[in-house]
């Protein structure tokens, strides 16, 4: 791959991170809803081609929303702003 194919591919998955970030935020105290999230986080993986750099991505983002979910849960719902 070119240098430019290479700098659009990673465009590309660092805008399907952020979508998927838009999406699942801020995270719900819902076992229906962590259900949907992880699928729709395995439909964003399979829908880009299963890009290593995706996956990476979509996981430190989902982990991220389980951080921020147990830190809102900690503090009563509130958030730090």
Known sequence: MTPEEYAKLHQKAFRCAFDFLNEHFPPEDDPAWWDKMAKDCSAASLAFGENEL????????????????????????????
């Open 54 to 81: 995706v996956i990476q991505l979509l996981c430190a983002v989902s982990n991220y929303i389980g951080k921020e979910y147990h830190k809102r849960r900690d503090k009563g719902g509130k958030t730090d702003n």
